[in-house]
């Protein structure tokens, strides 16, 4: 943890980095990620029932680190889906995801909820009108229930090729817009951003108080700082709006499951995902630091 300007930053690490789908009798990770020095896992909800919130959040105050709610975006869970069984799947899905956070004390679920995360296709613009309308009237529901409970919900844009819904802040805006506001804000996240927006700081500056959660990794999804990004100027952007949220590393195992062609990551992009996160740390420090 450290003070970034006045604001104090925690560094997280996604359990998509090692495992996929994260588990009960996944404690090694949680073990490995204190030992390595973060403050936050960030555990991927992909399969209800695969790790016990209680159980988790019991076992990371043991180990002395914190367990953030991340939701996962698959087939079946499409809160703008025409099928009324895959909305409420999708509504079902992320109230759990909210009574997860209450329990393992996340401030947030962050995650592309406004969609199955991998599809993205031509639309007419009666038939993205009438998703959207779809779209808001779930995630109002959703919304009610996380103010309700206490938690922020993290709306994240993802690139062009794994949604046509959101990809950048300024649609995420027009979606809050159209919900209303109530708990909603952003999870931004690097790789996303350096596709869709054209400054990082502008879209940064443009979330403002709304960012909740920040992923960061190289613009290969490989060890943040092995990359052409100016971090710098990140780091710089982050301090200006006084960011509370943490800074989560994010990439995925070629086993990630529930969302395998989202993730689209077929061949190794570090020497090992203990490297990534070891490295991908220690840089990360050093550039929020300077
Ligand atoms: C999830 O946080 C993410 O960034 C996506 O690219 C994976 O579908
Ligand atoms: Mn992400």
Redesign the pocket.
């Known amino acids: 943890m450290i003070n970034l300007g006045g604001a104090i930053v925690q560094y997280g690490i996604?359990s998509y980095v090692w495992v996929s789908p994260f588990k009960d009798s996944d404690l090694a990770v949680l073990k490995k990620a204190k030992k390595f020095g973060f403050d936050i896992f960030e555990a991927a909800v992909e399969t209800i029932g695969s790790f016990n919130p209680e159980y988790i959040r019991n076992k990371a105050d043991e180990i002395g680190i914190k367990v953030y709610i991340?939701g996962c975006f698959g087939a079946t869970r499409d809160p703008g889906s025409e099928n009324e069984k895959i909305r409420k799947e999708a509504i079902d899905y992320i109230k759990t995801c909210i009574d997860y956070a209450t329990i393992t004390g996340s401030p947030y679920v962050s995650?592309?909820m406004y969609a199955t995360?991998?599809v993205a296709y031509l639309k007419s613009p009666e038939e993205k009108e009438a998703q959207m309308q779809r779209i808001v009237e779930s995630l109002k529901i959703v919304g009610d229930y996380a103010d309700s409970k206490g938690v922020k919900l993290a709306i994240?844009p993802?690139n062009r090729f794994?949604t046509d819904v959101v990809n950048t802040v300024d649609e995420g805006l027009y979606l809050i817009d159209k919900i209303g506001g109530g708990p909603f804000g952003f999870?931004l996240?690097m790789?996303?951003m350096n596709i869709e927006e054209k400054s990082f700081s502008t879209a940064i500056k443009k979330a403002g108080s709304r960012l909740f959660d920040f992923?960061v990794c190289a613009n290969n999804r490989g060890t943040p700082g092995e990359d052409h990004f100016d971090w710098k100027l990140i780091a710089k952007s982050l301090k200006k709006i006084d960011y509370k949220g943490p800074i989560v590393i994010?990439s995925?195992t070629s086993g990630v499951k529930e969302?395998a062609k989202?993730?689209s990551l077929w061949h190794p992009v570090a020497p090992s995902m203990d490297y990534l996160a070891q490295n991908g740390l220690s840089f990360l420090k050093k550039v929020m630091e300077s």
């Open positions: 996604s991340c995650g592309p995360s991998g994240e993802l794994e999870l996240d790789f996303h992923h994010e995925f969302i989202s993730a």
